[in-house]
């Protein structure tokens, strides 16, 4: 019999990442495992519930372009991939039809949505003010410690662009946006940013699969800004940058859905039942 006794994690400065300590019992010995999150694509300080690595899974096949609105989500195909239950897969798709990412139809299943650049539109405004509000209440306020762990997600950010692994520097992107908004310490405004969040990321998603290396450059500096933005004593000057960020953002996603639309690229997907082994090699890449 074993049991999680301690867990510690070894810092190693801002070029390498932490490596945690595992300590198990084991009939009355401890064995210690040190393990690099980086290396298994796993972090101890961030476990979440089945459904949420679902939801986590689906995301990600969206930006590797495994996944395309109209696409069938097949419980089974997903709960055979990830090596689970159908219950935590019909968990996360439940939540992500509410979210509107989602959508079920009668007696054939759930769908990846096909939405419009007007869909687009009202999410990005949500964004806006739910962004520019969190940055005003973090600026200026922030300890060494704070701004110490948004400096690594964006050097994470840059190493994953200069690796050209979009899918994860778009996981770094996220990562960064919801670390200022947890920082507001705000719980109502963490609800409302997560309820919009599979929405806004696929939307991402879909134009980061089109935008040129130039501009895969230009996001890591952008994220830059937006921390001395965060450092600099003035909430407005700092809610400005956020919503000038994000309204920039709205436009290129805007533009690319109706360009999508115009040669009939966005209203419905390539299959209905999906590749599963398409899916699975974008996600494990």
């Keep these: 019999m074993c049991w999680l006794v301690e867990t510690q994690a070894l810092d190693r400065g801002i070029e390498e990442p932490i490596v945690y300590c595992i300590q198990l019992a ?13 290396a298994l694509e796993f972090d101890p300080a961030h476990i979440r519930s089945l459904h949420h690595q679902v939801q986590a899974f689906i995301l990600k096949a969206t930006y590797q372009g495994t996944l395309n609105p109209g696409d069938r989500l097949n419980e089974s195909t997903l709960s055979a991939q990830l090596g689970i239950s159908r219950t935590p897969v019909r968990e996360a798709l439940t939540y992500l039809e509410g979210s509107g990412l989602v959508v079920r139809r009668p007696r054939r ?19 806006e003010l739910l962004e520019g509000f969190a940055a005003r209440q973090v600026a200026g306020r922030m300890t060494d410690s704070q701004t110490e762990i948004l400096e690594r997600i964006i050097h994470a950010m840059g190493r994953a ?19 200022v908004v947890d920082m507001a310490g705000n719980p109502v405004l963490r ?14 998603s879909l134009t980061r699969r089109a935008v040129d290396p130039g501009s895969k450059g230009n996001f890591v500096k952008r994220h830059k800004l937006l921390l001395a ?34 040669v009939g690229g966005g209203a419905s ?17």
């Design 26 to 38: 084991m009939h009355g010995s401890v064995l210690s495992l040190w393990v690099n999150p980086v």
């Design 109 to 127: 299943g759930f769908f990846l949505a096909s939405l419009s650049p007007e869909d687009a539109a009202h999410c990005y405004a949500v964004r």
């Design 161 to 179: 662009v200069q690796d050209a692994d979009w899918p994860q520097a778009a996981v770094h992107n996220i990562s960064f946006h919801e670390t």
């Design 191 to 204: 609800r409302m940013w997560t309820s919009v969040g599979p929405v806004l990321w696929y939307f991402d």
């Design 229 to 262: 933005a965060l450092r600099r004593n003035d909430a407005s000057a700092a809610a400005a940058a956020f919503i000038s960020h994000i309204a920039a953002v709205k436009r290129d996603v805007i533009a690319h859905l109706k360009a999508s639309q115009a």
């Design 269 to 285: 997907g390539r299959h209905e039942s999906g590749d599963p082994q398409a899916i699975q090699r974008g996600v494990r890449s």
